[in-house]
């Protein structure tokens, strides 16, 4: 299992009835449910996922997030999970209030820009980079919002959101002390559980 | 009970013949008898029916493996295999109902009958009226979909299926599916709704209603009674089913299949048939209006104007899903401006609201409303996935 799917497993709460905004598989939401009981949809549009999520039998939505959550009601859920999709959307800072209409909490992961790597890619070759977490070409990568940790504590900040707890994921496994340490510097994927005032 | 009698339904041995090896073959339709007077949502009573239907596969000895199989507007219980060697065209759902097909009747026991009212053996407009002795004609009772599934219910009591493990139907067939769920929640298992809608629009209703002008308005028509005449209106079936045509296909499907070629090189400059199109659409027309009764298609376009299971709950489709308990998978299909996907995700929306069990899938297709009878790879591939999960999760009941 992907790292930052390892790390939200813990943060997710028994039973919650919860959201998926770009399932893929739905490996989360099936580990979700045999784990924790958890119950909701996955949305997604890749149709190789949301065949995958039929077969393992998850709910799945075909939904383009850019359109919206319209369809969703205020806080009909306990929890809005978006995994390495942040990055891919017109406007993150109109999802992150979508997703906190619809849910109390959300948890949200995203590829870390600021990370080594990337810098080194950057900063020395001069090319943008390409990595496991960024695996794109710039002319062909849906990955059009790119941020890092501390871009993202900011927009928090400005949108008053309460930063609930942070983590980074390295890969597959769990994070160096470094990138505990320092993750802007030496976390690839951002890992963070937010939640709004007045809830 | 007749259910000894379900092998007969379906003759394996296809060795000598053209068919194809992943069809369900030669099958034979079945008629079963119902004498238990049915009361209809008109406020009449029909006293006793025929229903006919046929069977695919083998009902497995848990009888937890049946599918049933809802036809559209100008459906029928033939929904698979051939009824005979030369048979030009199989069933209508041929492309999804068969052995390692989406539908598959290695592992399901599919039924699949022809409603009441229909015109292709099931009591109808052209059956006899057992109190007056004449052909029923327009006197036939007006249907619902809800008639119709009560009717399927008692089918299934016949077959000793207590539970579908999937109902499924496109279009008119959807519509039948989703009352499935609201009227018996506890004898469906899992619900496939496919290029449906949860009420017609005030569009769908004038398309109806011009189909039905066409029919009635036709002198042969003899107010339902050309049975008497010894007549068929065949120039209102015609144009009923020419309008109908129309809006099961897209403009794009229509612009790739004819564009705006003639039959032949020049312009006659009159009203014969020169546009390609015309003549497809004629063709299918006079078809149609030798085919299909005239009450019994008045009689359909009239069970869709009706359906809306919202009504009854001041127009919320979310309060009124509220009996329903099984998975549902809808899909839709992005050409589809009869139903298009926007119906069928009102119906998703609803159905997240209240909570349930979905799957929503939006095939990209150019075959407008009748993609849903056509083979298309990512439909097939969602179809058989779902069907695939029902499949596994039965097995792992019948392992324990």
Known sequence: MRSDLALIRRWVPEGAHILDLGCGDGALLDTLAREKGVSGYGLEIDPEGITACMARGVNVIEQNLDQGLANFDDNAYDLVIMTQALQALRRPDLMLDEMLRIAEECIITFPNFAYWRHRFYLGFKGYMPVSKSLPYAWYDTPNIHLSTFNDFERLCRDKDLIIRDQAVGNGDHEAHWSAKLWPNLFGETAVYRIGRHGA | ?400
């Open chain 2, 1 to 400: 009970m007749i259910v000894q009698d379900l092998s007969t339904s379906q003759s394996t041995d296809t060795t000598m013949s053209k068919i194809p090896s992943d069809s369900v073959g030669l099958v034979t339709p079945q008629t079963a008898h119902f004498d238990t007077p049915l009361t209809l949502a008109c406020g009449r009573t029909l006293p006793s029916y025929d229903l006919v239907y046929e069977t695919y596969g083998e009902l497995n000895a848990e009888r937890s493996n049946a599918v049933l199989v809802c036809h559209a507007l100008s459906g029928h219980h033939h929904a698979a295999g051939y009824h005979h060697e030369d048979d030009r065209k199989p069933g209508w759902w041929e492309a999804h109902i068969g052995p390692g097909k989406s539908i598959d009747t290695n592992r399901f026991f599919v039924v699949s009958l022809n409603n009441l009212g229909g015109c292709h053996g099931s009591t109808g407009p052209c059956s006899t009226d057992p109190e007056t002795g004449r052909v029923w004609g327009p006197d036939f009772p007006m249907m619902t979909v809800t008639d119709w599934v009560h009717s399927q219910a008692r089918l299934a009591d016949r077959l000793g299926i207590e539970r579908f493990a999937a109902v499924a139907g496109g279009s008119l067939g959807g519509m039948q599916v989703l009352q499935w769920t609201l009227a018996y929640p506890e004898r469906i298992a899992n619900a496939l709704i496919i290029a449906a809608t949860p009420k017609l629009s005030a569009q769908n209703i004038a398309f109806n209603e011009v189909a039905r002008q066409a029919i009635r308005s036709d002198p042969e028509y003899y107010g339902g009674r050309y049975h008497e005449h010894d007549a068929i209106p065949r120039r209102g079936l015609k144009l009923a089913r020419m309008i109908g045509h129309i809006t099961y296909l897209s403009e794009d499907s229509m612009g790739y299949k004819f564009g705006r070629n003639l039959r032949e090189d020049d312009f006659h400059f009159g009203y014969d048939v020169e546009f390609q199109v015309e003549s497809y659409l004629r063709y299918q027309g006079d078809t149609f209006s030798t085919s299909f009764d005239a009450n019994s298609y008045l009689l359909m376009t009239k069970v869709l104007d009706y359906f809306d299971p919202a009504d009854i709950h001041g127009g919320d489709l979310a309060t009124a899903l509220a009996p329903a308990n099984c998975p549902f998978l809808v899909v839709s299909f992005s050409s589809d401006w009869r139903f298009p996907p926007s119906r069928s995700e009102e119906l998703v929306d609803a159905l997240i609201q209240a909570d349930k069990s979905v799957s929503y899938a939006r095939i990209e297709s150019p075959h407008g409303h009748d993609a849903f009878l056509l083979p298309e790879p990512r439909y097939q591939s969602v179809f058989s996935a779902f069907m695939g999960r029902i499949a596994r999760d039965l097995s792992l009941k019948e392992a324990h």
